[in-house]
Every structure is written in structure tokens, then in C-alpha cells.
């Protein structure tokens, strides 16, 4: 499998030469074709500029970004063969739907019926065949969203960019087209580039992401690797939902003197043990119930699963967990 | 609405004959306190414009009258404000003077009231304009020519005659005269041409450049639709018409007393001159609202219009002619003998004042051309038609 | 044990509040009702007063108004010197509407698009200024500026351009003796007078089209020429529908530039006015002036059937 996107020492800084604004900084990045790749991060964390910079909006003031091999430091957007469905989707609003999707072969100068045609089997496509009349302004939130879809998917893009396609629906819907997004990439086999906050989105669609951290990337690997070994502790806070243990802690409870994440479902409450708390705070999750234990100057989260009792507020308890599931992340 | 209305009134009244003469005030009592003036600009100056120019605050702390002015810029407008009612007194044109009379809007004076009256100028006592069937609807204030102003620089000799404005010729500095001439923008420049006409073409039989049958106007409109290729601009602003002649290299036209001065005092190659052809002119008469309010200060006032020290500054102010002749040489104003003939005194004869165009005039009932159409004319002919 | 109230005590403010909280209808009418009777009475009466007027005609032998209806007024509009001013009115109108939208474009765009902090508050500034200052001063400083004798007419003497002035003035129809008496100064006048006309609702509508927008268009393949038509065009077109009522409709209305700058030739707001200032002819005169209000009724069904309401 062949590399679709390349990142190599790339920078993107603003403002004067003496005081930057390095919004994306020495980043190194593959990306292979077919693949489905999320960058995760906070915002200002600099994924939304690698994604402009891949689209050509950006221009790179370091570094070499190729893609399929060449080196696009210097195309304009309109001749990259890469397609974006826009945060807030840009659909135009003076065009039909129709002529939305139809816009990118209208201007490299197909013929009316033949893009027509083209254009209905897309939206076809994201099941919008009957809707190709109206205008944008007439849509849902999610029909717009598939209308970005289709008008992007009509070029036939190699490598098709989304900046936080689902980020304006609601959560069923949001849930919903998680699912189809990634049926539809299977079935193209399309290079996705998808740019999210939101790390269960990623975690659940990606076959392999970035996280993203002050312009750097902090790791980059597939889902399990992310949020099972988080190579930092800001990829474990931002990640998962991650108990995060000061070396001190750590060693308290028989593991080395360093940093360490330890999985809320891989904690059991016990009466007794090294180190003992208040539980602070109990959270009813259906399958189960996260009890939150003060430990010193750290909280601790267990989940207890559904069935088994759970300790008051204000109950003094300790944990215990199989030292395997402790993922080290050095002293500092 | 109104204003339309009642002019649509007053042009009616004018043509369906005059009113009977009014009761005449017959004594003037304690004066009111105030008295309210339409005039044109600068005609009514208290000191403001410049300090030496000032004929009203005296007047003010002697009679006990305040001097309320209001400034009309057209003749219609004079006539819309008089018909709207509040005033007292209008410095009315000619143009003016006669729809006021017809329209009942002005009352007939009692000279006796008016000591002053025996001083006013043999030609203006009984001027058409203000006097209907003998009786007197006002005192004259004031009268000027339409001189014809030029370079003396271009002209080192004054132009005889009013063809250097009206036909295509080479001027003394041998250059051509077109876009170096200018009219002004006004239908009543139609009689300009009319004059012109009287002067050149007798056998038009023109008597009165205001009182053209059909043919005699197609005459006129024709000398200015010639005019039209000579003409860059036509004026209508004196201020503009001052400036073209200092930028534009305009070097001849039809103008006021008033400009020919205020060119001179800056210095500029500038005179002015009635030519043979004679001019038109505008002569204004203070007329008293039917219903005036003030009658008392009213009449006050007009007394004191004819005081020639008044007249005077007067004529200095605006480059015109006194209706006072004492004016001109008794010293108690800064008008000479020399200004008074420098503007235009001695020309009465040869001016033929404005006045309105009717249909029904001496060469019989509807056989005149009347004033709307010179309007559209006009604009016709400036338009290049 | 007394209960105290609940409610604090209320006094006339606070029954008003009350009772417009439960009819806020009423309000609405209160508010609505002094506008709205301006409007109607005054506005649309007096505009209803002149439209009745155009249809009266002037009695060609006595010059007095008729008050029967007629359409004998409308007819003499089309008499060639009438139409003259018409045409010669609606051109100049069209030309303005067009150089302003070609000039303002830029200027629209950039201070849109581009112009931030400084250069905007810079742009605003420009654009404002010409405004502040009196429409008379700004005509007569033009007057001198286009003088045979006048900044341009030295600046052309002095590079030895003057044959392109020359040119100019003897372009068959413009002849004069100088830009300032010439067509062409008018233009130049009513172009430079209405242009912040036409900038703001361009910049304003500029200002609304999302940049996400051009780059969609760019993403999609589009060049910057296309992308230009395509888009940015249709987008701004309110903003430009808006601003080309404003200049076309100020200059077939405009009856001072004309006086002053050009070579007299009437405009319709000048024959407007002398019609019914000095010739007492109120029919013909508000016959004149219902040409505009036509033209704009339907310059604005073109621009709606263009779509330029599409996107309000």
C-alpha cells in the first residue's frame, strides 16, 4: 500500500519571523492510502492547519508535504486532486442542490447533462436523490452535510479531507452518520483525512490517528495503541477518561516511581490496601457506576460494574488492580 | 400642495383681470413692534455680511420696529411665500409685481403716508409695474440693467453690440468667440434675444421682446438655438458665472451689475457695457401684504426704504440703480454721480424691465406666446434641440 | 402569622408593563402608529398628490392648470425635447451606476476581504470622509478642479497630455471648451458623489459571503476567475443591486450637478424644478417626476427577476 499524504518537518508559523505563532511545527506524518486517518486534538492545537495544508489553503513555511509522492508546496487548491467537505459545509446558497454537487465538474468544463447525470448519482449515493431541486437553505443539518459529501465525492478525489464534518449535528444523527461515513469509505476505498475534538469520534472511525498538542504531534498510532498506551500524559487526559497517577501514587501502589494511566474499568474498588480515600463523587452509568476516590491530592476513577455494591459518599475505601493494566509514561 | 394650488390661483386671478382697488390705510398709528420682509438676498442688510453695509439696526432703535427678513431666491418663490401669508412686505420684481396685484395678495399704498415719495426717481413714480389704473401698489427700491460683461484684455475696445454673444464671429483677439460666451439660464434670456431681434430684424415688427407672437418667437428661438454652439455653460448662479470667467477663459456675456463689480474690486480685467441693441433689466418695487399685520411698521419701514442715504449704500452694495436720484450726489451715502452712471443710470430708456409673459397681450387676446412655453422652450434649446 | 404579598406592589409602570406582556400586540401598534402615519399620509399622500397632478394638463392658451383627467401631459413628455432630457438622464444614470460598481468593486473587495485593524478603520475613514462634507463644497472644489484653467488642464499642460483632454472634449457629443462644461465632468462629478453609495452595501454584502465559500469554490477545482463569477458575483449581487438603486436613483433625482458642472443641458430633477418653480407648468413637472419613480419600479422587477433578492 502506497503513501497517500506526507508530512515531513513541516511548519506553519504566523505572524513576524521574530515572535511566531507556530501554529504547526516540525510535523511528521504518513498517511496510507485507503486509510481511514483522524487528527484529534484540542482546538489550537494545529490539526485543522494540516488539514489546510493538505487542501492548499495553507501554505507550509517549512518543510515538504507530498502527496502520492509529489511535492505540492507549490499548487494552488483548485489543482490538487484532493476534495473537502467543510466544517460548516460552504454549500453555496444561491444553487440548487444539484448544481452544488455538479459545481466541481461545472468548472473543469463537462457538459450540463453529463454532469447532471453524475451529480444525481451521487446524491443517489447519500441517499438525497430526491432532493436535487432545492436549495440548500431548505435542507436539515444532516442532509446539508451529505450534500458537502456528495459535491466533494463527485470530483473523485484521491484523497478526500473532512474538518469536522459531524461536528454541527446532534447526537443520534452524529452517531448515525459516524456509522455511514465509514461504510462509505470502506466501499470506495478512499483515503479519508478526518479532523476532530472529539476523541471517541476518532477512536471509533479511525484506522489510524494523530494527536494533536500545541502545534506537535503528541502520538500517532491506531485506536488501541492511543488510548491503551498513550505515549504522554496529555494524550491519556485527552484520550480516554484515564485515572492519572503521579510517580509518588504510582509506587504507593506497588508500581515504579513514574507517571502512569491507569483504565477506570480496570480498577476495583477494595476495603483495604496500600493507599485509602473518600469517595468524592458517584456517577450511574447504566452498565455500571463510576465511583470517584480522593487519593491524597488525586483523584481515582473505578467502575464498578452493574450488581456489585457500591460505597456511599463520603466512605473511606482503597483500590486494587492487576499491575498489568498499569501503562508507564516515565518520571517526568 | 398648497403652494401649487395657490399658484395655479393667482395665475388664474391674473388672467381673468384685476381687482378693484382696496381700501387704503389712511393714518399710520403706534407701530407694532415688528415688521416682516420677503427679500432678495442682500437687499435687506444689517451690518452682517459687512460691518459698513447697514441699514436696519437704526432704523430698528428709532421706529421701535424689528426687522424680521426672510430670503426668496426666485420670483415664484416671492409670490408662494406672499400667498402662504405672514409677511408684510416683498421687494418684488416685475416678473412678480403684477400676479401680486392680480392675485390680491399686495394692498394699494397711501403715498401721502410716505413723505419720501415726492424724492423717488419721475421715471419710476408711475412705472407699470406697481401702479394699476393710477393707483400705486408699492415704492420702488431698486433697478438694474443686464449689462453685457468682458474681458478688456480681449475686448480693449467695449463691444458695440450684443453679437458677440449671440452670432459665431472671431473676437478681437482674433480667436473664435465659441466657448468663450455665455447666457443665462433663465426663459426670460428668450427676450434677450427678442431685443436682439427688435434691433436687427425689424421686419419682425418686434414692439416688446415680453409680447412675441408665434413667428417673432420662432425668431428668437432660433438666434439661441445658434447661441447653443457659442455657449459652454449657461449661468444662472452669479458666483459660478464669476468663476467661469476667472477659470474657465469665459470672456463675454450677458450679466448683473453685481458681478461686473465684485470682478473689478478683485482686480480683474473686467467692465461692462449696454450695447446699441439696448438691455433688459429688473426693477423692484416694496409691496405691502393685503393682510398685513404691521401695517403700521410697514409703512415706517417704506419711508424709510426711500431715505437716500439707504438708497445710497445701497446701490454701492449691489451694483444698482437708486430709486432715489438724490442718491447719487447728495453725499449722505457712498454712492457718487460716477458709480450711479457707471451702473447704468443714464440707460433707463434704453432698458426694457422684466416682466412676465402672457398670452393676452397688446397684439391681441391669445396672441402671444406665454411664459410656460418659453420654459420649455428653453430647456429644449439648452438641451441642443 | 400575617402573609406579606408576593408580589411586590405595582404601580402604573408596572400595570403598562403588564398589560403589553399579556397584548404585545398593543405595543406593537403604539410603537407602529407614528411611522406608519408619516408614511401613509404624508409620504404616500403627498406621492398620490403628484400623480394626480400628472395626469391634469396645462391650458395651452391661457397657461392655467386643468383639473380633468388627461393623459395629454404623458404625450408631451415624449415631445422630442422632453424625451431628450429623458434619455439624456437615464443614460447619465446608467453610465454613473456603472463606472461606480466597476470602481467600487475593488475598493469593496479588498476592504472586505482583506483590510483588518487599521486599514480597515483606514478604509471606513475614506470612504466616510467625502460624506462629511457638504455635497456643495464637494461640487464646487470639482468645478475647480476641471476648469479650463484648473488643476487637471495645468497638471495636463505641464506633462504635455493637454491633447488628451483635447481629445476628449471633441469626442462628437462631449465637444466643450473644458471637462468642467463638458458631459464628461458631469459623469466624472456624479461617479465621485454617489461612489461611497456604492462601496458600503458592496463591502457590507462582500463582507457576508464566507471565506469558506471561495475555498470550497477553489477546492472544487475553480480558478480565481470562476471562482469570481461563480460565486463571489451572485453573492455580492444584492450588495450591488443595493448600491446601483442608491447611485442610479440619486442621479436621476440629482438637479444641482448638472447646474453647476456640464453644459447646461437639463437633467430631470432641473426640469423638474424650473417646470414648477418658474413656469407654473406643476402637470408637466410631476409627469417629469414620475419617470424616475417608473424607472426604479422597473429597474427593481429586472434585478428581482435577476435574482438579486435570492439570497436576502
Same mark, same amino acid.
Not at chain 3, 13 to 36: C, E, G, I, Q
Not at chain 3, 150 to 171: E, F, M, Y
Not at chain 3, 233 to 238: F, M, S, T
Given at each position: 500500500?502506497?503513501?497517500?499524504?506526507?508530512?515531513?518537518?513541516?511548519?506553519?508559523?504566523?505572524?513576524?519571523?521574530?515572535?511566531?505563532?507556530?501554529?504547526?511545527?516540525?510535523?511528521?506524518?504518513?498517511?496510507?492510502?485507503?486509510?481511514?486517518?483522524?487528527?484529534?486534538?484540542?482546538?489550537?492545537?494545529?490539526?485543522?492547519?494540516?488539514?489546510?495544508?493538505?487542501?492548499?489553503?495553507?501554505?507550509?513555511?517549512?518543510?515538504?508535504?507530498?502527496?502520492?509522492?509529489?511535492?505540492?508546496?507549490?499548487?494552488?487548491?483548485?489543482?490538487?486532486?484532493?476534495?473537502?467537505?467543510?466544517?460548516?459545509?460552504?454549500?453555496?446558497?444561491?444553487?440548487?442542490?444539484?448544481?452544488?454537487?455538479?459545481?466541481?465538474?461545472?468548472?473543469?468544463?463537462?457538459?450540463?447533462?453529463?454532469?447532471?447525470?453524475?451529480?444525481?448519482?451521487?446524491?443517489?449515493?447519500?441517499?438525497?436523490?430526491?432532493?436535487?431541486?432545492?436549495?440548500?437553505?431548505?435542507?436539515?443539518?444532516?442532509?446539508?452535510?451529505?450534500?458537502?459529501?456528495?459535491?466533494?465525492?463527485?470530483?473523485?478525489?484521491?484523497?478526500?479531507?473532512?474538518?469536522?464534518?459531524?461536528?454541527?449535528?446532534?447526537?443520534?444523527?452524529?452517531?448515525?452518520?459516524?456509522?455511514?461515513?465509514?461504510?462509505?469509505?470502506?466501499?470506495?476505498?478512499?483515503?479519508?483525512?478526518?479532523?476532530?475534538?472529539?476523541?471517541?469520534?476518532?477512536?471509533?472511525?479511525?484506522?489510524?490517528?494523530?494527536?494533536?498538542?500545541?502545534?506537535?504531534?503528541?502520538?500517532?498510532?491506531?485506536?488501541?495503541?492511543?488510548?491503551?498506551?498513550?505515549?504522554?500524559?496529555?494524550?491519556?487526559?485527552?484520550?480516554?477518561?484515564?485515572?492519572?497517577?503521579?510517580?509518588?501514587?504510582?509506587?504507593?501502589?506497588?508500581?515504579?516511581?513514574?507517571?502512569?494511566?491507569?483504565?477506570?474499568?480496570?480498577?476495583?474498588?477494595?476495603?483495604?490496601?496500600?493507599?485509602?480515600?473518600?469517595?468524592?463523587?458517584?456517577?450511574?452509568?447504566?452498565?455500571?457506576?463510576?465511583?470517584?476516590?480522593?487519593?491524597?491530592?488525586?483523584?481515582?476513577?473505578?467502575?464498578?460494574?452493574?450488581?456489585?455494591?457500591?460505597?456511599?459518599?463520603?466512605?473511606?475505601?482503597?483500590?486494587?488492580?492487576?499491575?498489568?493494566?498499569?501503562?508507564?509514561?516515565?518520571?517526568? | 400642495?398648497?403652494?401649487?394650488?395657490?399658484?395655479?390661483?393667482?395665475?388664474?386671478?391674473?388672467?381673468?383681470?384685476?381687482?378693484?382697488?382696496?381700501?387704503?390705510?389712511?393714518?399710520?398709528?403706534?407701530?407694532?413692534?415688528?415688521? $416682516? +420682509?420677503?427679500?432678495?438676498?442682500?437687499?435687506?442688510?444689517?451690518? @452682517?455680511?459687512? &460691518?459698513?453695509?447697514? *441699514?436696519? %439696526?437704526?432704523?430698528?432703535?428709532?421706529?421701535?420696529?424689528?426687522?424680521?427678513?426672510?430670503?426668496?431666491?426666485?420670483?415664484?418663490?416671492?409670490?408662494?411665500?406672499?400667498?402662504?401669508?405672514?409677511?408684510?412686505?416683498?421687494?418684488?420684481?416685475?416678473?412678480?409685481?403684477?400676479?401680486?396685484?392680480?392675485?390680491?395678495?399686495?394692498?394699494?399704498? $397711501? +403715498?401721502?403716508?410716505?413723505?419720501?415719495?415726492?424724492?423717488?426717481? @419721475?421715471?419710476? &413714480?408711475?412705472?407699470? *409695474?406697481? %401702479?394699476?389704473?393710477?393707483?400705486?401698489?408699492?415704492?420702488?427700491?431698486?433697478?438694474?440693467?443686464?449689462?453685457?460683461?468682458?474681458?478688456?484684455?480681449?475686448?480693449?475696445?467695449?463691444?458695440?453690440?450684443?453679437?458677440?454673444?449671440?452670432?459665431?464671429?472671431?473676437?478681437?483677439?482674433?480667436?473664435?468667440?465659441?466657448?468663450?460666451?455665455?447666457?443665462?439660464?433663465?426663459?426670460?434670456?428668450?427676450?434677450?434675444?427678442?431685443?436682439?431681434?427688435?434691433?436687427?430684424?425689424?421686419?419682425?415688427?418686434?414692439?416688446?421682446?415680453?409680447?412675441?407672437?408665434?413667428?417673432?418667437?420662432?425668431?428668437?428661438?432660433?438666434?439661441?438655438?445658434?447661441?447653443?454652439?457659442?455657449?459652454?455653460?449657461?449661468?444662472?448662479?452669479?458666483?459660478?458665472?464669476?468663476?467661469?470667467?476667472?477659470?474657465?477663459?469665459?470672456?463675454?456675456?450677458?450679466?448683473?451689475?453685481?458681478?461686473?463689480?465684485?470682478?473689478?474690486?478683485?482686480?480683474?480685467?473686467?467692465?461692462?457695457?449696454?450695447?446699441?441693441?439696448?438691455?433688459?433689466?429688473?426693477?423692484?418695487?416694496?409691496?405691502?401684504?393685503?393682510?398685513?399685520?404691521?401695517?403700521?411698521?410697514?409703512?415706517?419701514?417704506?419711508?424709510?426704504?426711500?431715505?437716500?442715504?439707504?438708497?445710497?449704500?445701497?446701490?454701492?452694495?449691489?451694483?444698482?440703480?437708486?430709486?432715489?436720484?438724490?442718491?447719487?450726489?447728495?453725499?449722505?451715502?457712498?454712492?457718487?454721480?460716477?458709480?450711479?452712471?457707471?451702473?447704468?443710470?443714464?440707460?433707463?430708456?434704453?432698458?426694457?424691465?422684466?416682466?412676465?409673459?402672457?398670452?393676452?397681450?397688446?397684439?391681441?387676446?391669445?396672441?402671444?406666446?406665454?411664459?410656460?412655453?418659453?420654459?420649455?422652450?428653453?430647456?429644449?434649446?439648452?438641451?441642443?434641440? | 402569622?400575617?402573609?406579606?404579598?408576593?408580589?411586590?406592589?405595582?404601580?402604573?409602570?408596572?400595570?403598562?408593563?403588564?398589560?403589553?406582556?399579556?397584548?404585545?400586540?398593543?405595543?406593537?401598534?403604539?410603537?407602529?402608529?407614528?411611522?406608519?402615519?408619516?408614511?401613509?399620509?404624508?409620504?404616500?399622500?403627498?406621492?398620490?398628490?403628484?400623480?394626480?397632478?400628472?395626469?391634469?394638463?396645462?391650458?395651452?392658451?391661457?397657461?392655467?392648470?386643468?383639473?380633468?383627467?388627461?393623459?395629454?401631459?404623458?404625450?408631451?413628455?415624449?415631445?422630442?425635447?422632453?424625451?431628450?432630457?429623458?434619455?439624456?438622464?437615464?443614460?447619465?444614470?446608467?453610465?454613473?451606476?456603472?463606472?461606480?460598481?466597476?470602481?467600487?468593486?475593488?475598493?469593496?473587495?479588498?476592504?472586505?476581504?482583506?483590510?483588518?485593524?487599521?486599514?480597515?478603520?483606514?478604509?471606513?475613514?475614506?470612504?466616510?470622509?467625502?460624506?462629511?462634507?457638504?455635497?456643495?463644497?464637494?461640487?464646487?472644489?470639482?468645478?475647480?478642479?476641471?476648469?479650463?484653467?484648473?488643476?487637471?488642464?495645468?497638471?495636463?499642460?505641464?506633462?504635455?497630455?493637454?491633447?488628451?483632454?483635447?481629445?476628449?472634449?471633441?469626442?462628437?457629443?462631449?465637444?466643450?471648451?473644458?471637462?468642467?462644461?463638458?458631459?464628461?465632468?458631469?459623469?466624472?462629478?456624479?461617479?465621485?458623489?454617489?461612489?461611497?453609495?456604492?462601496?458600503?452595501?458592496?463591502?457590507?454584502?462582500?463582507?457576508?459571503?464566507?471565506?469558506?465559500?471561495?475555498?470550497?469554490?477553489?477546492?472544487?477545482?475553480?480558478?480565481?476567475?470562476?471562482?469570481?463569477?461563480?460565486?463571489?458575483?451572485?453573492?455580492?449581487?444584492?450588495?450591488?443591486?443595493?448600491?446601483?438603486?442608491?447611485?442610479?436613483?440619486?442621479?436621476?433625482?440629482?438637479?444641482?450637478?448638472?447646474?453647476?458642472?456640464?453644459?447646461?443641458?437639463?437633467?430631470?430633477?432641473?426640469?423638474?424644478?424650473?417646470?414648477?418653480?418658474?413656469?407654473?407648468?406643476?402637470?408637466?413637472?410631476?409627469?417629469?417626476?414620475?419617470?424616475?419613480?417608473?424607472?426604479?419600479?422597473?429597474?427593481?422587477?429586472?434585478?428581482?427577476?435577476?435574482?438579486?433578492?435570492?439570497?436576502?
Amino acid at each position: 500500500m502506497s503513501t497517500a499524504v506526507e508530512f515531513l518537518n513541516v511548519a506553519r508559523h504566523f505572524g513576524p519571523a521574530s515572535a511566531p505563532v507556530r501554529a504547526v511545527d516540525g510535523v511528521d506524518l504518513t498517511i496510507a492510502e485507503g486509510s481511514f486517518f483522524a487528527m484529534l486534538g484540542p482546538s489550537g492545537s494545529g490539526k485543522t492547519t494540516c488539514l489546510r495544508l493538505i487542501s492548499g489553503f495553507e501554505k507550509p513555511t517549512g518543510g515538504t508535504i507530498r502527496i502520492f509522492g509529489e511535492d505540492v508546496s507549490n499548487t494552488p487548491p483548485h489543482l490538487r486532486n484532493v476534495n473537502t467537505v467543510f466544517q460548516d459545509y460552504a454549500l453555496f446558497p444561491h444553487l440548487n442542490v444539484r448544481d452544488n454537487v455538479a459545481y466541481g465538474l461545472m468548472v473543469k468544463g463537462m457538459g450540463r447533462a453529463k454532469r447532471y447525470a453524475k451529480a444525481d448519482e451521487m446524491l443517489a449515493l447519500v441517499h438525497l436523490d430526491s432532493h436535487g431541486d432545492r436549495k440548500p437553505s431548505q435542507l436539515s443539518g444532516g442532509q446539508r452535510q451529505r450534500v458537502a459529501l456528495a459535491r466533494a465525492l463527485v470530483n473523485e478525489p484521491r484523497v478526500l479531507l473532512l474538518d469536522e464534518p459531524l461536528g454541527a449535528l446532534d447526537l443520534k444523527l452524529r452517531e448515525a452518520m459516524q456509522d455511514e461515513l465509514k461504510a462509505l469509505q470502506k466501499r470506495l476505498g478512499l483515503t479519508f483525512v478526518f479532523v476532530t475534538h472529539d476523541q471517541h469520534e476518532a477512536l471509533s472511525m479511525a484506522d489510524s490517528l494523530a494527536v494533536f498538542s500545541e502545534g506537535r504531534i503528541a502520538q500517532i498510532g491506531s485506536p488501541q495503541d492511543i488510548y491503551n498506551r498513550p505515549a504522554t500524559r496529555f494524550v491519556a487526559d485527552f484520550v480516554g477518561s484515564s485515572n492519572i497517577l503521579p510517580p509518588d501514587l504510582t509506587r504507593a501502589l506497588g508500581g515504579p516511581a513514574e507517571w502512569a494511566s491507569l483504565r477506570p474499568e480496570a480498577t476495583h474498588l477494595a476495603a483495604t490496601g496500600p493507599v485509602s480515600g473518600t469517595v468524592t463523587a458517584l456517577r450511574y452509568l447504566g452498565a455500571g457506576t463510576r465511583v470517584v476516590i480522593m487519593m491524597g491530592e488525586t483523584e481515582v476513577a473505578a467502575l464498578v460494574p452493574a450488581g456489585q455494591p457500591v460505597p456511599a459518599e463520603g466512605q473511606t475505601t482503597s483500590i486494587t488492580f492487576d499491575q498489568k493494566a498499569l501503562h508507564l509514561m516515565g518520571s517526568t | 400642495m398648497t403652494t401649487m394650488k395657490l399658484m395655479a390661483a393667482s395665475a388664474l386671478a391674473l388672467l381673468t383681470g384685476l381687482s378693484p382697488v382696496l381700501a387704503q390705510v389712511t393714518e399710520i398709528g403706534a407701530p407694532e413692534g415688528q415688521v $416682516n +420682509i420677503v427679500a432678495w438676498a442682500g437687499y435687506i442688510e444689517r451690518g @452682517e455680511t459687512m &460691518k459698513e453695509f447697514d *441699514w436696519v %439696526t437704526k432704523f430698528e432703535a428709532a421706529s421701535g420696529c424689528k426687522v424680521n427678513v426672510k430670503t426668496a431666491n426666485t420670483s415664484d418663490e416671492m409670490v408662494a411665500l406672499m400667498n402662504e401669508g405672514g409677511f408684510d412686505l416683498v421687494t418684488a420684481s416685475g416678473d412678480a409685481s403684477l400676479r401680486l396685484i392680480a392675485g390680491d395678495r399686495v394692498q394699494p399704498i $397711501n +403715498i401721502d403716508l410716505v413723505p419720501s415719495w415726492s424724492t423717488v426717481d @419721475e421715471r419710476l &413714480k408711475d412705472a407699470p *409695474w406697481h %401702479t394699476v389704473d393710477g393707483v400705486h401698489y408699492g415704492v420702488p427700491y431698486m433697478w438694474g440693467p443686464n449689462v453685457l460683461m468682458y474681458n478688456t484684455e480681449v475686448f480693449p475696445e467695449p463691444p458695440t453690440s450684443w453679437s458677440v454673444v449671440f452670432e459665431e464671429q472671431n473676437l478681437p483677439d482674433g480667436k473664435s468667440n465659441k466657448g468663450r460666451v455665455q447666457a443665462y439660464d433663465g426663459p426670460i434670456h428668450v427676450a434677450d434675444a427678442a431685443q436682439y431681434l427688435m434691433f436687427h430684424k425689424p421686419e419682425l415688427g418686434i414692439t416688446s421682446p415680453y409680447e412675441l407672437n408665434e413667428d417673432q418667437y420662432k425668431a428668437a428661438l432660433d438666434l439661441l438655438r445658434a447661441q447653443r454652439d457659442l455657449t459652454s455653460r449657461y449661468w444662472h448662479d452669479a458666483f459660478i458665472q464669476m468663476d467661469d470667467f476667472k477659470n474657465e477663459g469665459v470672456v463675454a456675456s450677458g450679466s448683473w451689475p453685481f458681478q461686473v463689480g465684485l470682478l473689478k474690486s478683485e482686480g480683474l480685467p473686467i467692465a461692462s457695457v449696454i450695447p446699441q441693441e439696448g438691455a433688459t433689466g429688473w426693477a423692484d418695487t416694496t409691496m405691502m401684504h393685503v393682510d398685513a399685520a404691521n401695517p403700521n411698521c410697514s409703512y415706517l419701514w417704506m419711508e424709510h426704504s426711500l431715505a437716500s442715504n439707504l438708497q445710497s449704500d445701497l446701490s454701492v452694495w449691489f451694483g444698482a440703480n437708486p430709486a432715489v436720484l438724490a442718491a447719487c450726489t447728495d453725499g449722505r451715502g457712498m454712492q457718487t454721480a460716477e458709480g450711479c452712471t457707471a451702473n447704468g443710470l443714464d440707460d433707463f430708456e434704453k432698458i426694457r424691465f422684466w416682466t412676465t409673459p402672457v398670452s393676452n397681450c397688446a397684439q391681441g387676446e391669445g396672441a402671444c406666446v406665454p411664459y410656460y412655453r418659453w420654459v420649455s422652450d428653453y430647456i429644449g434649446v439648452i438641451g441642443g434641440r | 402569622m400575617t402573609t406579606s404579598a408576593i408580589l411586590p406592589a405595582r404601580g402604573l409602570a408596572d400595570r403598562l408593563t403588564a398589560l403589553f406582556w399579556r397584548h404585545p400586540r398593543v405595543l406593537l401598534a403604539l410603537l407602529l402608529t407614528p411611522p406608519l402615519l408619516w408614511l401613509g399620509v404624508v409620504y404616500l399622500g403627498s406621492l398620490a398628490a403628484l400623480l394626480l397632478q400628472s395626469f391634469y394638463s396645462i391650458d395651452e392658451f391661457s397657461g392655467v392648470v386643468k383639473e380633468e383627467f388627461t393623459l395629454k401631459t404623458y404625450t408631451e413628455l415624449l415631445r422630442p425635447s422632453n424625451f431628450d432630457i429623458l434619455v439624456r438622464t437615464v443614460t447619465m444614470a446608467a453610465a454613473v451606476t456603472l463606472a461606480c460598481a466597476i470602481l467600487a468593486f475593488p475598493i469593496a473587495y479588498f476592504a472586505a476581504r482583506y483590510a483588518r485593524g487599521h486599514w480597515k478603520a483606514a478604509f471606513y475613514l475614506g470612504v466616510m470622509l467625502p460624506l462629511w462634507s457638504s455635497y456643495l463644497v464637494k461640487v464646487y472644489a470639482w468645478k475647480l478642479i476641471l476648469a479650463k484653467e484648473g488643476i487637471i488642464g495645468w497638471a495636463a499642460a505641464q506633462t504635455h497630455t493637454s491633447w488628451i483632454i483635447d481629445s476628449i472634449l471633441s469626442i462628437p457629443g462631449f465637444e466643450s471648451s473644458s471637462l468642467s462644461t463638458s458631459p464628461i465632468g458631469t459623469f466624472m462629478v456624479f461617479v465621485y458623489i454617489w461612489l461611497p453609495y456604492m462601496i458600503l452595501p458592496m463591502q457590507a454584502a462582500l463582507e457576508r459571503v464566507p471565506n469558506s465559500m471561495l475555498e470550497a469554490s477553489a477546492d472544487l477545482g475553480a480558478t480565481r476567475a470562476q471562482t469570481f463569477r461563480t460565486v463571489v458575483l451572485p453573492l455580492a449581487l444584492p450588495g450591488i443591486i443595493a448600491g446601483s438603486i442608491f447611485t442610479f436613483s440619486l442621479t436621476l433625482g440629482d438637479y444641482i450637478i448638472p447646474q453647476i458642472i456640464g453644459n447646461s443641458a437639463n437633467f430631470i430633477g432641473m426640469a423638474v424644478y424650473q417646470l414648477q418653480g418658474t413656469a407654473g407648468n406643476i402637470p408637466l413637472a410631476a409627469a417629469f417626476a414620475v419617470v424616475p419613480i417608473l424607472i426604479m419600479l422597473i429597474y427593481l422587477a429586472l434585478a428581482r427577476r435577476m435574482g438579486a433578492f435570492d439570497a436576502l
